[in-house]
């Protein structure tokens, strides 16, 4: 058996533990106070050094809760370190939960509106039994290991927050990676995506300001309903006309609200349209042109407007670093059980990371193909899967940190 693997096996129990005791408190968006005090304190424990990391703007607070999320006051991201000196690993966690109910009748069910159907909880604790054994061998580190428990996944920018913070500096961070389970991936098995692994997210939240008035008046008044209606058509032509069919885009008008009565034309109108792409090209397109066709719409129509834009960039297996990457991989699950697939659709906001450091993001196996999928109010995980996540993540970070020593 792999020496890393004999070791994630001797305290298998404990991550089990660590992963039901998170399963019971999910928190939801970046403010995780509970999940953050928690891992804090098994950090601690382990004689690790950690500390908060997050910052959350006034500006960023507002969108947030205006698109539904639970006010947040701050950030609660938590930062640990193994080792010292360059180079620098970096292993994550994230750690929110879903603004759902779990119905799988475990004993260690969440109770109330609030759960863990997303994984997050066994990150985490995948994570905490990968530190467990780094700090029992870290004598042995030709350099840095830096845990990352990130809040905010769901909300597509909780890692941003903790980057924001100084989480790649202090020490630099040199390469970056991130596993998520897969209820439906058979234990054992992972798979990764070279190249663009996720994709891409834009969110514009549109108010618009108009002038109200009587419906048997219209030149009186500035019908916002109308102009979001215009608008709402003209960003719904920008797909099939100005993108590449080849790529994958979709652009969603996904909210459009504006009065509440017929003889009445209202004084304000809101719409929130999202995209995604796999496509960094068309990515930036749509992030230039939503914009525009917003200004001249509005104005064409004499109306007023404010947007407020939440972006995801795709998440990227750097090339160099997953050839390096996966051999490790492969040593703890075998060679036949690590395979490329193609890229999923929805974001996944590792790639605030992944643009600015070399990343690996992967999905370990954790089910079956039969099992329920993630966000499902019924997805059940395999439990002895986690022992092999926290051999994996501890196993690319020493022989990486290995061959990086040697040059």
Excluded at 232 to 252: G, H, K, Q, W, Y
Excluded at 344 to 369: C, I, N, Q, W
Aim: charged fraction near 20%; charge should be negative.
């Amino acid at each position: 058996m792999n020496e890393m693997l004999e070791k994630a096996r001797a305290i298998q129990g404990q991550i089990i533990a660590d992963r039901r005791c998170l399963h019971q408190i999910p928190e939801v968006g970046v403010y995780t106070p509970k999940t953050a005090e928690y891992v804090q304190k098994r950090l601690t424990e382990m004689g690790i050094p950690n500390k908060p990391c997050g910052v959350h703007s006034q500006e960023d607070r507002e969108k947030m809760v205006f698109a539904g999320y639970p006010d947040a006051p701050t950030s609660t991201g938590v930062v640990g370190l193994i080792g010292k000196g360059g180079p620098c690993i970096l292993l994550r966690a994230d750690m929110d939960g879903l603004p759902m109910e779990e119905t799988t009748g475990l004993d260690f069910a969440a109770k109330g509106n609030t759960a863990h159907m997303c994984g997050h909880d066994a990150h985490a604790a995948m994570l905490l039994g990968a530190a467990q054994i780094l700090k029992d061998m870290e004598d042995q580190l030709p350099g840095t290991v830096k845990l990352m428990f990130q809040p905010g996944e769901e909300m597509g920018y909780g890692s941003r927050t903790m980057v924001e913070d100084g989480l790649l500096e202090n020490p630099k961070v040199d390469a970056a990676l991130a596993l998520h389970v897969g209820p439906q991936v058979e234990t054992g098995k992972l798979t990764y995506s070279p190249g663009v692994s996720s994709g891409a997210m834009a969110t514009f939240i549109v108010s618009i300001q108009g002038k109200g008035g009587h419906s048997s008046e219209p030149q009186k008044t500035v019908d916002p309903v109308n102009i979001a209606t215009q608008v709402c058509s003209a960003l719904n032509m920008l797909i099939p006309r100005e993108v590449d069919p080849e790529a994958f885009a979709t652009m969603t008008v996904g909210a459009l609200n504006g009065g509440r009565a017929s003889n009445i034309i209202p004084d304000t109108a809101e719409i929130m349209v999202s995209f995604r792409t796999l496509s960094p090209e068309a990515y930036d397109h749509l992030i230039e042109r939503i914009p525009e066709i917003l200004e001249h719409y509005v104005k064409a129509w004499r109306g007023t407007y404010s947007v407020r834009v939440l972006k995801t960039p795709s998440t990227v297996c750097n090339p160099e670093f997953s050839r390096e990457i996966v051999p490790f991989v492969a040593e703890i699950l075998g060679e036949d059980n690590v395979k490329p697939v193609p890229p999923m659709k929805s974001a996944e906001d590792f790639g605030h990371v992944t643009r600015l450091v070399p990343g690996f993001y992967a999905f370990m196996g954790a089910g079956s193909p039969e099992g329920y999928p993630l966000h499902n109010p019924n997805m059940v995980l395999d439990e002895s899967a986690f022992a092999l996540g926290s051999a994996v993540l501890a196993n690319c970070a020493v022989e990486w940190l290995k061959k990086k020593a040697r040059g």
